[in-house]
């Protein structure tokens, strides 16, 4: 458990945090672990020497003696050399651990060892990575030593890699190589120079190659640290943003073995999942194929599948997207709503879109549905298709309704043809030309005419339905019964609050999630899960990690949670996943809205 080390933001495994030693750290970080002033000291290899012993200093991290072994090492040698010198004393301590290490002593920092030699190996760089991190500390630091480049270095924070050197900048300029974040360039191939750092402002090329051979190597291992420390500041903003992700998306278009990294983190979804908030503020934009594998994206859909149950009716509406959130306020949906007129009670509302897959009407307001930007050219490759069929398919196999009406056109409409097909269901098309043509919008109110002996609901039903089904995604299936038990909904939308004898929630139309009451997370006393456990002390307005006795693993970034103590009782939001409340010594673990003091255990 570090106490020198705080995580402030996080964007699934990349995190901006504080390291206190002998000054003040921002991370991720850019070191330069030769200079005299680095907060990290390298005691040096074992192999080199005999009997080494640590320097004692309190202020910086020391990577204590070790023995570096090649990336293909075998297993067994791998643990026959790995940590010898564990009984070495120093304050805080840096272990070098190979790529393919199975165990892992308690450290301060992680060295990777061999970490250059990962480069163009997209597998073993991700392999390695969540090896280390999902069995170390959450509040572990991670050092990738002699492997950043301006190119690199957003898919190594995205990956979790903490701390990293100038080392391959200042060897790729002795090498006569220039670097960017969008690649590696040779000077004397170059007409002009794209940067106006203080190597390159008033020089170019040409004159740049009069240079003796030293004074060439020198200024260019100091541009090319310029451009990585400028790309680390990037990295930063954009992890603060929560948008490194389409930064990633955009930079590994470099190199195809980043292209390769991501799509193999992205297969591993526990990894990623398990540090990804609930919401963002910013907008999610979706501009690559890699977008549909994005957490946000394959969690909503999953809950909603898992999740998110129905309204008790037999009638399902199809519709297509909208490029205005949420879809309800659009042109398009206004005239939808408009076409359904008296029967939109009657029946349930689903939209198509991509990337998202499927979005009940009830959830139209929940991150990422209303929250999400994408390219719009009406052309569907087959990945998009397969997705969003699926995610159909899925929904429909589990949910069985008596009518289907899909009031859609294109490939919207191909896409329900073959779920259509492939589950041997009957649905009615209602839109032969353009959703919002009159035609079709008379065709649409003449279907819902047709129909007969339909269930229906009254219009407090479809208020409660909405937070029935927002409670559901939130906090697992069966919450959101529990929580509109005898209860009613005032205020107009979005706008909802849940009351009975004393307010329960309130529907938060920025993300669409619901912020809980005391009332309303009593109610919820039955349900498992989204608790976290204190120790018998008063909290106030936030609980710190160290307070945290246990947590449900499953609570993610900006999730309600409820907060137990022996004589406390509290509603908030976490600004932690639950198993990093249980592992970090710093750090606020839960922001408290609501709280108050009890006679017993709730």
Same mark, same amino acid.
């Given at each position: 458990m570090s106490k020198i080390f705080q995580i402030i933001h996080r964007d699934a495994a990349a995190r901006i945090g504080k390291l206190t030693l002998d000054r003040?750290?921002?991370? *991720?970080?850019?070191?330069?672990?030769?200079?005299?002033?680095? *907060?990290?000291?390298?005691?040096?290899?074992?192999?080199? %020497?005999?009997g080494s012993d640590a320097p004692a200093m309190n202020n910086k991290i020391i990577i204590l003696p070790h023995r570096s072994l090649p990336l293909h090492a075998g297993e067994?040698?791998?643990?026959?050399?790995?940590?010898?010198?564990?009984?070495? *004393?120093?304050?805080?301590?840096? $272990?070098?651990?190979?790529?393919f290490a199975r165990g892992f002593q308690a450290s301060d920092l992680y060295v990777l060892g061999a970490a250059k030699q990962l480069e163009n190996r997209? %597998?073993?760089?991700?392999?390695?990575?969540? %090896?280390?991190?999902e069995n170390t500390r959450a509040d572990s630091l991670l050092y990738a030593p002699a492997l950043a480049t301006p190119e690199n270095l957003s898919m190594l924070a995205y990956l979790g890699v903490d701390i990293v050197d100038v080392t391959m900048p200042v060897i790729k300029g002795y090498q006569d190589i220039y670097l960017m974040n969008s690649g590696e360039f040779s000077p004397d191939h170059m007409h002009e120079f794209p940067c106006n750092c203080t190597v390159c402002h008033g020089n170019n090329p040409a004159k740049f190659m009069e240079l003796s051979k030293?004074?060439?190597?020198?200024?260019?291992?100091?541009?090319?640290?310029?451009?990585?420390?400028?790309?680390?500041?990037?990295?930063?903003?954009?992890?603060?943003?929560?948008?490194? %992700?389409?930064?990633?998306e955009r930079q590994c278009r470099v190199r195809p073995w980043l292209t390769a990294a991501l799509r193999l983190v992205d297969a591993e979804q526990n990894f990623l999942e398990k540090r990804t908030p609930i919401f963002r503020q910013s907008v999610l934009f979706a501009n690559t194929s890699e977008s549909l594998n994005r957490v946000e994206i394959k969690r909503f859909a999953k809950r909603v599948i898992e999740r998110y149950t129905p309204p008790d009716l037999d009638t399902l509406v199809l519709f297509p997207c909208s490029a205005k959130k949420p879809y309800s306020i659009s042109l398009s949906h206004q005239k939808f709503i408009n076409a359904l007129g008296k029967y939109r009670r009657y029946v349930h509302e689903m939209i198509i879109t991509s990337p998202v897959g499927i979005v009940p009407r009830e959830l139209e307001l929940m991150y990422p549905a209303a929250h999400y930007d994408t390219p719009v050219t009406g052309i569907w490759d087959k990945e998009e298709r397969a997705w969003v069929g699926g995610c159909l398919y899925s929904y429909l196999l589990k949910n069985k309704y008596r009518n289907i009406i899909a009031h859609v056109h294109g490939a919207y409409r191909e896409i329900c043809e073959c779920v259509e097909q492939d589950l041997g269901l009957e649905f009615v098309y209602t839109a032969d030309e353009g959703v919002t043509a009159r035609s079709s919008l008379d065709? $649409?109110?003449?279907?819902?005419?047709? $129909?007969?002996?339909i269930k229906k609901r009254p219009s407090e039903g479809a208020r409660l339905d909405l937070i029935r089904a927002t409670a559901d995604y939130q906090f697992g299936e069966g919450a959101g019964a529990l929580l509109i038990k005898n209860a009613a909904v005032r205020a107009p939308f979005p706008k909802f609050q849940l009351f009975a004898e004393k307010q329960l929630a309130t529907l938060i139309p920025q993300y669409g999630t619901l912020a809980l009451t005391i009332e309303?997370?009593?109610?919820?006393g039955i349900h498992e899960?989204?608790?976290?456990?204190?120790?018998?002390?008063? *909290?106030?307005?936030?609980?710190l990690a160290p307070g945290v006795e246990d947590a449900d693993p499953g609570i993610r970034p900006n999730d309600e949670v409820m907060v137990e103590g022996e004589r406390f009782f509290g509603v908030g939001r976490a600004l932690m996943s639950g198993w990093e409340m249980k592992e970090c010594a710093k750090g606020v673990a839960v922001e408290l809205r609501h709280s108050k003091q009890t006679e017993i255990n709730i």
């Open positions: 003040e750290i921002l991370t *991720p970080a850019v070191i330069k672990i030769h200079e005299r002033d680095s *907060p990290i000291i390298d005691s040096g290899s074992l192999w080199k %020497r005999t067994d040698i791998i643990k026959e050399f790995q940590h010898d010198d564990e009984a070495r *004393p120093t304050s805080h301590k840096g $272990l070098v651990v190979h790529p997209a %597998r073993e760089l991700v392999d390695s990575m969540i %090896r280390i991190r030293k004074e060439r190597a020198e200024a260019l291992a100091h541009h090319n640290s310029l451009k990585l420390e400028e790309e680390m500041i990037l990295v930063r903003e954009h992890i603060r943003k929560g948008r490194l %992700r389409e930064y990633v065709r $649409l109110k003449e279907a819902l005419a047709g $129909l007969e002996n309303g997370g009593q109610r919820l899960g989204y608790r976290v456990k204190i120790g018998d002390f008063t *909290p106030h307005s936030s609980i």
